[in-house]
């Protein structure tokens, strides 16, 4: 990796912000004039104040855990929830609100848990429901939350309702999955492109019948046009909320039903989530965020703002960004953000990622370059929406080689701790490989270092706490007059920022901003590119790759 003492982003500066912040700030150089002293708020106070109330999740830092690859209490190699547990502090300690578990309810793990084979249990393999009990009470009462991976239009082959369905055609669940004699169906317009393997059909030789499956064959999908199977997920999911879990991610949600009309996100779907909130809204502060189908604007999940998804996955962001800082041009970045800002009802947020489980790492897709997954985790943390961190991602992972399960395991490899046998980890040998350079990749390495990926996130996320204008904050895009400087404005009622992102990696740039208007002189509190006003523009100076975060009120 190319992470050299001279960071492109004035990273170092960035660390020392952390601690600088809190007494009013950066200094500027020498030559420069002194920077305006803005009345500086008690951040931990600002923020406990932003994380309590049913708008908490759109000022937290959320962080996806694959429980199997995290921490293992058992010496079996499988991470767990009793080690999640353990590991608690150390995730608080880096700025993180509130966890997303990957499925952990029991499964073959034909598909890493998406395919759930009993939605009210506790997979063997990560512990007891007890433990989760347990889990659940350390995290609230560190402030933190936990949401779990609600995986409700398919099930797995070996759920105790599909065994029932597939006996014959008069069962009582008979009708609870998506059953025909060919291998297709008049009100499945999609039912013949899969998104895993050739065919959506399977022919099942106990029924003797094919059943439709939008993934892999062992994971047939529910048909909710049947009412039972739409009380019966619902009853699920007062399950876990009663248990006292703050909310879910809702896999692939929007396929829940399929008719001639179409396949995603069609108007009973659209009913049904609506259902979905009204249970969630019966119960304190519980959120939900959508992974929807396909690319493009998530405004379908929002419904009027209040009355479907507190949150939907930004996956034109989360796959595009790599694209976006290979280039040298900001205009695709701020489009992005402009079209989001335009598309969303009031209250509204996306849930912005850089990678998750289904993608590669970050590491990988940039192909080790630093500077760029750099600016995108400040463009994912500064820009209107709820940061959600994979872990390991602050540690820049790289990706493992074995497959166990299928490819994407690449990106699911443990996570190194410590230089221990096991690299703290687990005592034992762990289910899959560690990732390349591991071992040098571990938090305690990391920890060491000022400049590392550790110091880079824990900066920035502090940088974003307790910051209203960063969670709920107003979005105004500056353009400059140039191409390769993005330029924003951050406002709440009472703070303005000003975020300057070089998207060229190899000269450094100057641009003007007319008409910015910015209320005060800028204090930088993060990077190493400057702005100045200029009567009522600004200019900005930004060296290759750089960026800046600036306090202008
Ligand atoms: C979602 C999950 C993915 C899984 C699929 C089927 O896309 O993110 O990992 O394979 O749904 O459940």
Redesign the pocket.
Known sequence: MSRASNSPMGVTALAAGVFVLGLGGCTSSSSSPPEPVYPEKDRAAEAARLLSGPDWYRHAVFYEVYVRSLQDSGGDGIGDLRGLAVRLDDLKALGVDALWLMPIMPSPLA??G?DVSDYRAIHPDYGTMADLDALLAAAHARGMRVMLDL?L??TSVEHAWFQESRQDRTNPRADWYVWSDTPSSPDIPCAQVP?FGTTAWTWDAVRGQYYFHR?FPS?PDLNYWNPEVAAATLDVVRFWLDRGVDGFRC??IGLLYESQAGCSMIPETSAYIRELRGVLDGYRDRTMVA?PTFFGSTAPYFGGGRDMFHMAFDFDFAFGWTTYFEGSAAQPVADHFAAVQQGLPAGAQNAIQLG???LPRAYERTNGIASRWRRAAIVQATMPGTPFLYYGEELALRPGTQVVVDG?DHARTPMPWSADPGLGFTTGQPWIAFGADAARTSLAVERADPDGEYAFYKGLLALRRGREAFGTGTLRLLPTDDPSILLYVRESPDETYVVAVGMDERAAHVGIAPGANLPGDPRRLLGNATLAREGTSARVTVPPAGTGVFRVR
């Open positions: 598909d890493s998406y995986v239009n398919h998104t993934f994971q896999d692939v992974e998750n489980h289904d994407r």
